[in-house]
């Protein structure tokens, strides 16, 4: 090759030996110069992919994020194919200049003058077309990508929903929350930029590298040895970018976590008016993603400089390279300049490339934390060949079960065996810890024995659907929770579809119709966040008449009536009773007064059944049951609530 120097002889005989490989190895010669610049391509990117991970892991990983273009494969054609077009555009312009430079500008001026209406024609054709490529890119691109991240939130929300109550008591709403909506945002972005950015970059690397060969090999050489110093550069510059990356999403999920936590109790902070607490706690975690963030944008303001350094180099060898070739007389003037203005084609993909690194790693982060969430499997699932619980008469018996959570070895309950006859009323009494509650968690699956069974109308509840399961069950419970909206929308969540008239019917059975006609609003009355506009009393039997509504043939009654005043546990108790009416009922109770007509009341501590038996045995018994009956009715309610 004239005019190189030994160096450039060295990289050349590289070269030639890359090519006699490839030729072994099956490959044609297109394939051995393809390969350098598309090698640039990808490893830019998938250098950030953790190579801790098995082939295998990244695979299955590579394999799930396409799944998501599968409803798209039109548009995500559609938006290859513009890319494809705006690249060869691109790529034909300094061929179009080259052509007309040595060509037609040469003729006589009637010819070129003759020639400038079509060739004017032709360019505006052309630059229309890139116009409607690139409207096709910005908005449907985008709208595919925002698509997928709906049906990425979708599936998301969806688990979440399966997830059983364990993976909850172990995590945060605010984490979750940034799962579902930060994370979901930077995987969008990639979805849609990650694809075209890829295929327009390699493109336009690839065509331009191939007309760079042709218009002078060797300066072309001198240039991919700057650029291979380039590429290494920026793979290990991203290996250590990427841990950084991950602790932001980490970071931030933590702010989330205290915004949540902060917002959640802010009658709490208020009450104690511990707003200073709260604002350190917040500033801890706040300034803990600031300094992660810092970090990041250290390390990327070194990445991009030492890149525009490179990108210098690239321009400073050709100059010099190619005003030495000029003077040897292997260049004319205006192959350099042809020159340069694909070196400009090749050097901004290059820069592309660069900057979609961070939103690469951005989106890879935010799609393993998506993936790892998908992948957590619910503690209670159903048996491949569950069958759904049908005409319920509401026997129900737990034959010695044992339970214990997961973390937690030791035994919450152990070996408990109670039998309740259908339509009969028990209630469970005993100090707090005892497992009463979690006792009463099992019966609809919210948590799964781990010794033992239950059995409803002789049926494991194993073998059951979880929805005829949880259908066949009410629950009242002491901390009442409100969704957002109107009274009417409260209620009427306790059967979907339910008509104006049984929404009235289930409220008037409730205790609570004439309170809610009295309203302004009516049923259409917004309760507030979690019903904060609304009293305990009048939250409770908002509770309760979706029950009615619901209508179970089960009942639990996870003291319904402990956190009200007497008037309101009055009026509750006369709902509560009316609901109970043919039902099996389990009530959970603090205050004995509400279970004195119970057909059996079970007294349970730790250590397992105390004793049982109705309300007069018991205290004929004059045991636990009866002290804790007589602290009671002796005035010493602070006492008895603290220990029962």
Not at 27 to 47: E, K, N, Q, R, W
Not at 101 to 110: A, C, G, P, S, V
Not at 397 to 413: G, L, M, Q
């Amino acid at each position: 090759m004239p005019g190189m120097g030994g160096p450039w002889l060295a990289l050349a005989a590289t070269l030639r030996a890359h090519l006699a490989g490839t030729r072994k190895k099956g490959y044609d010669i297109g394939t051995a110069f393809l390969f350098p610049p598309m090698s640039l391509s990808f490893s830019l990117v998938f250098s950030t992919i953790p190579k801790g991970k098995s082939d295998k892991y990244r695979m299955r990983l590579v394999k799930r994020f396409g799944q998501y273009y599968k409803p798209y494969r039109f548009l995500f054609c559609l938006d290859m194919f513009s890319a494809l077009v705006l690249s060869v555009v691109d790529l034909a312009f300094p061929q179009i200049l080259n052509y007309l430079t040595k060509d037609l500008f040469n003729r006589d001026k009637e010819v070129i003058l003759q020639s400038l209406f079509y060739l004017g024609v032709g360019l505006f054709i052309l630059y229309i077309i890139k116009y409607f490529c690139r409207y096709f890119i910005t908005s449907w691109g985008h709208i595919m990508g925002a698509r997928m991240e709906a049906d990425m939130r979708r599936d998301l929300f969806d688990h979440f929903q399966r997830l059983s109550f364990s993976y909850y008591d172990k995590s945060n709403t605010g984490e979750m929350m940034s799962r579902l909506v930060v994370d979901l945002n930077d995987i969008s972005e990639l979805a849609h930029h990650g694809p075209e950015n890829l295929l327009i970059s390699s493109l336009k690397i690839v065509g331009s590298f191939i007309l760079l060969l042709l218009i002078h090999p060797p300066m072309t050489l001198q240039l991919f040895a700057v650029t291979l110093l380039m590429l290494i550069f920026s793979v290990q510059r991203n290996l250590k970018m990427r841990a950084v990356y991950t602790d932001n999403r980490i970071k931030i999920a933590h702010v989330n976590s205290r915004l949540q936590d902060s917002l959640a109790g802010i009658r709490v902070v208020k009450s104690f008016t511990n707003e200073e607490l709260e604002r350190d706690k917040f500033t801890v975690s706040n300034r803990a993603f600031l300094a992660s963030k810092s970090k990041s944008y250290k390390m990327m303001g070194g990445y991009h400089s030492w890149n525009t350094f490179f990108t210098g180099l690239l321009y400073m060898v050709v100059v010099i390279s190619g005003g030495y070739y000029i003077a040897q007389g292997s260049l004319r003037p205006t192959e350099l300049a042809i020159y340069i203005l694909y070196i400009n084609i090749y050097v901004q993909p290059l820069e592309v490339l660069i900057n979609f690194t961070e939103q690469f790693q951005r989106g890879y982060a935010g799609f393993k934390r998506f993936i790892d969430v998908l992948d957590t499997p619910p503690d209670i699932v159903e048996k491949p060949h569950a069958v759904p619980l049908q005409r319920v008469r509401g026997e129900i018996e737990f034959k010695n079960v044992s339970f214990h959570y997961e973390d937690e070895p030791e035994e919450v309950i152990s070996n408990i065996s109670i039998k309740i006859e259908a339509g009969q009323h028990v209630a469970l009494v005993g100090p707090s810890g005892a497992g009463k509650t979690t006792l009463c968690n099992l019966l609809p699956r919210f948590y799964d024995v781990t010794a033992g069974a239950i059995t409803i109308d002789g049926v494991d509840i194993r073998d059951v659907t979880l929805e005829s399961l949880r259908r066949a069950i009410g629950i009242v419970q002491q901390d009442v929770y409100l969704f957002g909206g109107s009274i009417g929308e409260n209620i009427a969540y306790g059967k979907v579809g339910a008509t104006k008239e049984e929404i009235i019917a289930a409220a008037k059975k409730a205790n609570i119709h004439d309170f809610i006609c009295s309203l302004e609003e009516g049923y259409d009355t917004y309760v507030g966040e979690r019903g904060v506009r609304l009293s305990g009393g009048q939250k409770q039997r908002i509770s309760i008449a979706r029950v009615f509504l619901k209508n179970p043939p089960i009942l639990i009654l996870d003291e319904a009536t402990s956190a009200l005043d007497n008037e309101s546990e009055r009026f509750i108790q006369q709902s509560l009773d009316k609901l109970s009416r043919d039902r099996t009922t389990i009530v959970i109770a603090h205050r004995l007064s509400t279970i004195r007509n119970a057909d059996e009341i079970i007294v349970i501590t730790g250590e397992g059944i105390n004793e049982r038996g109705s309300h007069e045995e018991l205290l004929s018994n004059n045991s636990l049951y009866a002290h804790y009956y007589n602290m009671q009715f002796e005035g010493l309610e602070g006492l008895k609530e603290e220990h029962i």
